[in-house]
């Protein structure tokens, strides 16, 4: 509750601070202390100090899981603050607006991970949408940015309709919105139900870009400024993922035995399609886009069956993702050239940047002794363990293989590759940027070493 | 012979049966017939004699001109939609005031939130210049 309360009074603050200071500088700082302050609010109700009291009708519903990864995806926007804060600034005029645009959409995280409503789910989807859409287009000048936000804006509204209507057939059928009801109902009227959740499905599918739904990904991603980018692909992403799983858990797990081929038909379209379009990617900002459609095919796995495995995992994913890719789109944002070409060099110029950024791509292949490692490592456990064909696991690993191929691209263009223009240049980065981007790369590692680290909250 | 009035011979008692409206649906089925047939007549008979005064638009006897795709001032739009905005505000307030006794004083303490956050925005717009007419 804390979260979602704090989160939605700091984007009013936020606001309004654009209305009263014209410093940016302190807009600025304004912006990561109240994220800093919504990450300790948070991490109190972990520990029991809930602020608030209030009777919600059990329309949401706080769980330990749901309160570790508010934090992990507060911890991540804390961190994507300190790193790109000053790129923020570089987007528009508006800097106050998208930092409250920002806050209103981690408040819509803290609803997505925490819904026992059918109205909640659609609520906190709605809340995360709608700012990204205007985040999506905030580069009014740029043409590109605002083909992705009407087409991401009329793409989104679709899938809402889609899901708004399954939402609808599902409590004809049961004539509740409850999740806990719906795991219950009586059953009758079956081709509602299916059919119901087969929309919401198709819905969510779309929201977090598994083919075949994923069309819009791309194009938006790579049309959006790249500092929102990186947080649509990364905490954005999870959250849904978060709220994903929960509706899995409680309103298909019942049914799970139709729903597996369905499911299994998604994982293998997106694990194939994001990883083989990747490869064929001449910028690594769109190369990126596709990665992410094939990191959300792993991130599917967690949805197979109900359990320890897939929830743990979904955690860890989200983390070792999260953090990766935000310190990819970092250091991508101080380079001139988006293409493979504008990496070569890189190591000689800036060698502390290529070598966290080699950390990054490393984890998001899964190589050993980086969080992505273990977390594409539980995610096969939770599906190997809810009785998933052996050939699906055999199939992700395959594609795991390829997708080393183009994250490797990036490291033998900044090592082995020396830059041929003169006109392929860095911009100039801060010891502090440095110093956060090392400290990211340290918890990657830690996270691949001691991933246990990350669950103790959860079971107590 | 019954069939030819519509009268059938076992009358139906129950009035309000499906039954009892089939005039009307005969009714309505000759009426769209009739008026399809009537234009599909007028257009196969009629003769056609265009001149370019006829091919004009019909404004009410105004000559037209220009476009209506004009460029328009975008202060028209932000204007229209903050109204639409404090509209459908107002909408919450009838279930509010259906319920109102129900709800008691944590009801009205909700509300009162609801417009509190209302005001901020509207504070905030006036605050930003959103309904200043002149630049």
Same mark, same amino acid.
């Given at each position: 509750?804390?979260?979602?309360?704090?989160?939605?009074?700091?984007?009013?603050?936020?606001?309004?601070?654009?209305?009263?200071?014209?410093?940016?500088?302190?807009?600025?700082?304004?912006?990561?202390?109240?994220?800093?302050?919504?990450?300790?609010?948070?991490?109190?109700?972990?520990?029991?100090?809930?602020?608030?009291?209030?009777?919600?009708?059990?329309?949401?519903?706080?769980?330990?899981?749901?309160?570790?990864?508010?934090?992990?995806?507060?911890?991540?926007?804390?961190?994507?603050?300190?790193?790109?804060?000053?790129?923020?600034?570089?987007?528009?005029?508006?800097?106050?607006?998208?930092?409250?645009?920002?806050?209103?959409?981690?408040?819509?995280?803290?609803?997505?991970?925490?819904?026992?409503?059918?109205?909640?789910?659609?609520?906190?989807?709605?809340?995360?949408?709608?700012?990204?859409?205007?985040?999506?287009?905030?580069?009014?000048?740029?043409?590109?940015?605002?083909?992705?936000?009407?087409?991401?804006?009329?793409?989104?509204?679709?899938?809402?309709?889609?899901?708004?209507?399954?939402?609808?057939?599902?409590?004809?059928?049961?004539?509740?919105?409850?999740?806990?009801?719906?795991?219950?109902?009586?059953?009758?009227?079956?081709?509602?139900?299916?059919?119901?959740?087969?929309?919401?499905?198709?819905?969510?599918?779309?929201?977090?870009?598994?083919?075949?739904?994923?069309?819009?990904?791309?194009? /938006?991603?790579?049309?959006?400024? =790249?500092v %929102?980018?990186?947080?649509? *692909?990364? !905490?954005?992403?999870? $959250?849904? @993922?978060? #709220?994903?799983?929960?509706?899995?858990?409680?309103?298909?797990?019942?049914s799970?035995?139709?729903?597996?081929?369905?499911?299994?038909f998604?994982?293998?379209?997106?694990?194939?399609?994001?990883?083989?379009?990747?490869?064929?990617?001449?910028?690594?900002?769109?190369?990126?886009?596709?990665?992410?459609?094939?990191?959300?095919?792993?991130?599917?796995?967690?949805?197979f069956?109900?359990?320890?495995?897939?929830?743990?995992?979904?955690?860890?994913?989200?983390?070792?993702?999260?953090?990766?890719?935000?310190?990819?789109?970092?250091?991508?944002?101080?380079?001139?050239?988006?293409?493979?070409?504008?990496?070569?060099?890189?190591?000689?110029?800036?060698? /502390?940047?290529?070598?966290?950024? =080699?950390? %990054?791509?490393?984890?998001? *292949?899964? !190589?050993?002794?980086? $969080?992505? @490692?273990? #977390?594409?490592?539980?995610?096969?456990?939770?599906a190997?363990?809810?009785?998933?064909?052996?050939?699906?696991?055999?199939?992700?690993v395959?594609?795991?293989?390829?997708?080393?191929?183009?994250?490797?691209?990036?490291i033998?263009?900044?090592?082995?590759?020396?830059?041929?223009?003169?006109?392929?240049?860095?911009?100039?980065?801060?010891?502090?940027?440095?110093?956060?981007?090392?400290?990211?790369?340290?918890?990657?590692?830690?996270?691949?070493?001691?991933?246990?680290?990350l669950?103790?909250?959860?079971?107590? | 012979?019954?069939?030819?009035?519509?009268?059938?011979?076992?009358?139906?008692?129950?009035?309000?049966?499906?039954?009892?409206?089939?005039?009307?649906?005969?009714?309505l089925?000759?009426?769209?017939?009739?008026i399809?047939?009537?234009?599909?007549?007028?257009?196969?008979?009629?003769?056609?004699?265009?001149?370019?005064?006829?091919?004009?638009?019909?404004?009410?006897?105004?000559?037209?001109?220009?476009?209506?795709?004009?460029?328009?001032?975008?202060?028209?739009?932000?204007?229209a939609?903050?109204?639409?905005?404090?509209?459908?505000?107002?909408?919450?307030?009838?279930?509010?005031?259906?319920?109102?006794?129900?709800?008691g004083?944590?009801?009205?303490?909700?509300?009162?939130?609801?417009?509190?956050?209302?005001?901020?925005?509207?504070?905030?717009?006036?605050?930003?210049?959103?309904?200043?007419w002149?630049?």
């Amino acid at each position: 509750m804390n979260a979602i309360i704090f989160s939605a009074i700091f984007g009013v603050v936020m606001m309004f601070s654009g209305v009263f200071f014209s410093s940016k500088q302190l807009i600025r700082n304004l912006a990561i202390g109240l994220m800093a302050a919504l990450l300790v609010l948070n991490a109190a109700e972990l520990q029991g100090y809930g602020l608030f009291d209030i009777n919600l009708n059990n329309m949401l519903h706080f769980t330990s899981f749901g309160l570790v990864f508010n934090c992990i995806a507060f911890a991540a926007t804390f961190i994507y603050l300190l790193l790109s804060a000053r790129d923020i600034e570089q987007v528009g005029v508006n800097l106050a607006e998208y930092f409250a645009l920002i806050f209103f959409i981690l408040c819509g995280v803290g609803i997505a991970t925490s819904f026992n409503s059918l109205l909640m789910l659609f609520l906190a989807i709605e809340i995360i949408s709608i700012p990204l859409y205007i985040l999506t287009g905030s580069d009014k000048r740029n043409l590109k940015s605002n083909e992705a936000s009407l087409k991401y804006f009329l793409m989104g509204a679709f899938s809402t309709g889609i899901m708004l209507m399954g939402i609808a057939l599902i409590y004809g059928a049961t004539g509740t919105f409850s999740l806990d009801a719906i795991a219950t109902a009586t059953k009758g009227f079956e081709t509602l139900l299916t059919g119901g959740l087969l929309l919401l499905l198709i819905a969510m599918s779309f929201k977090v870009s598994a083919a075949p739904f994923h069309f819009w990904t791309p194009d /938006v991603y790579d049309g959006a400024p =790249t500092v %929102f980018t990186s947080f649509m *692909a990364t !905490i954005v992403k999870a $959250a849904i @993922f978060a #709220a994903f799983i929960k509706l899995f858990e409680k309103a298909y797990l019942p049914s799970v035995a139709s729903w597996k081929a369905a499911l299994t038909f998604i994982i293998v379209a997106t694990l194939f399609i994001g990883n083989i379009t990747a490869v064929f990617q001449q910028s690594v900002k769109r190369m990126l886009a596709y990665s992410s459609i094939a990191q959300a095919g792993f991130m599917l796995f967690a949805l197979f069956g109900y359990s320890d495995f897939g929830k743990e995992g979904i955690l860890l994913y989200a983390a070792a993702y999260s953090a990766a890719t935000i310190g990819i789109f970092a250091i991508l944002l101080k380079m001139s050239d988006y293409t493979f070409d504008g990496y070569n060099g890189l190591a000689k110029r800036e060698p /502390v940047l290529a070598f966290v950024n =080699t950390i %990054f791509l490393l984890s998001l *292949a899964g !190589i050993p002794l980086t $969080a992505g @490692f273990f #977390a594409k490592y539980y995610m096969l456990v939770a599906a190997v363990k809810s009785g998933a064909s052996l050939w699906l696991v055999i199939f992700a690993v395959l594609c795991a293989a390829v997708s080393v191929y183009y994250y490797f691209r990036v490291i033998q263009a900044m090592y082995f590759k020396t830059a041929t223009t003169e006109d392929v240049t860095t911009a100039p980065v801060t010891i502090n940027f440095k110093v956060i981007l090392i400290v990211l790369a340290a918890i990657i590692v830690l996270l691949g070493l001691f991933p246990h680290w990350l669950f103790t909250k959860v079971y107590f | 012979m019954n069939w030819i009035f519509l009268q059938v011979k076992n009358p139906i008692t129950d009035v309000s049966s499906a039954g009892s409206y089939l005039p009307i649906a005969i009714q309505l089925i000759f009426a769209v017939l009739f008026i399809a047939a009537m234009m599909g007549l007028t257009h196969w008979l009629g003769p056609k004699r265009n001149t370019a005064d006829k091919l004009e638009n019909f404004a009410s006897g105004i000559e037209s001109h220009g476009d209506a795709r004009q460029p328009m001032a975008i202060k028209y739009f932000l204007v229209a939609i903050l109204f639409v905005l404090f509209d459908v505000e107002v909408i919450f307030f009838y279930p509010y005031a259906v319920n109102f006794r129900q709800l008691g004083w944590e009801g009205f303490f909700a509300v009162l939130m609801f417009v509190g956050f209302f005001l901020a925005g509207f504070f905030y717009i006036i605050k930003k210049g959103a309904l200043n007419w002149e630049d």
